[in-house]
């Protein structure tokens, strides 16, 4: 970057972080996609001039509400909710909710402003919101769950709608979740339409929405790994969590004929020498999502299996790297482990998993690099194809779907390629995934004027 520019991007910077005190996730979400897009806008003055890049980073609206429920003992509990309308330029606001501890506002703008970005690049219209509250799922009960959800609804219902802002999960919200979420909305407003996505199938909900953000990811590092004559067969993967997304990036692995070798959770990884295999996997899906176990209940089970009690997963060598737990869960010093390993290539998995540092040690190194933008797209595409089917009272068959995520990846890899693409042959997805995302977004608001 030439200096007038990089002064440019300080001044910006400056300018945001004065008007998001105390929000480091959302100035580190900014500063990625700034760093890429303020050389584009001043290559394309329209934007500029319109303050487009200044505009994104305010969110349309932000929705911060009391949630109120009983625990079993019948103790009163208070959290805090959120709904964060980013943008919706292209289509009605879309994105997850996540129920963590961790949950803060920064938390929540830096996934909304993020997910801008990515709808964009999934070429469906969607706009970019995300949501959620400081709730931990971790030990309630069933109907704890139930009366959260309840009461969190209770609320949300008034801020959303199937044409306004259609929420899904995220990180501890899935398919219990969203039913007890959806049944209540259902019962406030006397409406079934697609309110949310990531329904159950008898009740409107879309084939493949599970799997998609985790088959996309594997996707979209086949698509890279095709680009260098490579492909994912005889590989050895490193995947951590082993959640919704990264049981299913395990199983699509699998599927490729690679061995995945790890999984987490936030207490440690597991380390399986032998390989977890497409049993082992439906054995830590019935684990996580029916008995709602630790993953260190692994190595109890498969011999051979070692357990690493409060690590992370990136010192076992291997060639591919699939983070898809939480944001920063690979630092520098993670970033030059498995480089240091070989690793060949990454695919986010997880929302802004890698931090800033160690995104450019893995540029600054040459692999393929796939940021979460464009690397786990496939989930909320399969969402946008959950709005169509309920908007048309039809469903698409596994089949079908399945080839329409993988026709959505390659679109997403190809414009990714093509804005990413240097003179040195040498493609930086990180910036093709932010230049590309923008675009679009750009040029509707240009559209629409000073709005
Ligand atoms: N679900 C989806 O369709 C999409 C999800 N994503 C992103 O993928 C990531 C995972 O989401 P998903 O699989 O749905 O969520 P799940 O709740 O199904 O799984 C989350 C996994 O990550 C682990 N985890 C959560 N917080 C931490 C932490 N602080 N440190 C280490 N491990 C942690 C959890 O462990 P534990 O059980 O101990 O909490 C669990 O194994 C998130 O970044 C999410 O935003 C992105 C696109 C779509
Ligand atoms: O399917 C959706 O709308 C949610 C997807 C999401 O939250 C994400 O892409 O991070």
């Known amino acids: 970057m030439a200096a007038d ?28 996609v700034a760093a890429d897009i303020m050389p584009f806008v001043e290559a394309n003055p329209k934007y500029r001039d319109a303050k487009i890049l200044e505009r994104l980073t305010e ?21 805090r909710g959120f709904r964060i309308q980013a943008n919706n330029a292209i289509g009605p606001y879309k994105g997850g909710l996540r129920f963590h501890p961790s949950v803060t506002q920064s938390v929540l703008k830096f996934l909304a402003f993020e997910q801008i970005f990515k709808n964009s690049l999934t070429g469906l219209p969607m706009g970019g919101g995300k949501g ?41 919200v899935g398919g219990r979740e969203i039913g007890y ?40 590092m086949e698509d890279m790994l095709h680009t260098k004559g490579e492909q994912i067969e005889g590989k050895t993967a490193v995947i951590s969590g082993s959640g919704n997304v990264a049981t299913h990036a395990a199983e699509k692995v699998n599927h490729r004929g690679g061995k995945v070798l790890t999984l987490s959770d936030s207490a440690g990884f597991i380390y399986d020498p032998d390989g977890i295999d497409l049993e082992k996997i439906e054995w830590v899906k019935e684990l996580k999502n029916v008995r709602r176990g630790r993953i ?20 076992v060598a291997a060639d591919l790297a699939l983070p898809c737990a939480t944001q920063n869960e690979i630092d520098l010093e993670d ?16 929302n802004m998993p890698t931090s800033l ?95």
């Open 296 to 315: 260190s209940e692994y190595a109890e089970h498969f011999p051979g299996a070692e357990y690493h009690q409060g690590k992370r997963p990136w010192g």
């Open 357 to 451: 540092d160690g995104v450019h040690a893995f540029l600054e190194a040459g692999v393929l690099f796939g940021p979460a933008k464009a690397a786990n797209a496939g989930g909320v595409a399969m969402s946008g194809l959950e709005m169509s089917q309920n908007s048309a009272r039809r469903a698409l068959s596994s089949e079908e779907l399945r080839d329409l995520l993988r026709s959505i990846m390659d679109g997403i890899h190809k414009r990714c390629y093509e804005a990413g693409l240097q003179g040195d042959g040498f493609c930086n997805y990180v910036k093709g995934a932010n230049i590309a995302g923008f675009k679009k977004v750009g040029d509707a608001m240009l559209a629409f004027g000073v709005v």
């Open 5 to 32: 520019q990089s002064t440019e991007l300080e001044g910006f910077m400056e300018r945001v972080k004065a008007r998001n005190p105390g929000e480091p996730e959302f100035l580190q979400a900014v500063q990625e």
């Open 59 to 79: 969110p349309d609206r932000i929705v911060s509400f009391r949630v109120c429920w009983q625990d079993d003992k019948g103790d009163v509990q208070v959290n």
């Open 181 to 220: 979420m959806f049944g209540q909305y259902k019962r406030i407003t006397n409406n079934f339409t697609g309110v949310l996505t990531g329904k159950g199938l008898e009740y409107g909900g879309s084939e493949m929405r599970p799997e998609a953000t985790g088959y996309g990811a594997v996707y979209f």
């Open 132 to 172: 959620g509250a400081d709730f931990d799922p971790k030990g309630k009960s069933a109907a704890e769950v139930m009366r959260f959800c309840q009461s969190f609804m209770t609320e949300l219902y008034r801020h959303v709608g199937h044409d306004t802002d259609v929420p899904a999960g995220d990180i501890g």
């Open 335 to 350: 970033a030059k482990t498995l480089l240091a390993n070989g690793c060949k290539a990454v695919a986010e998995g997880a």
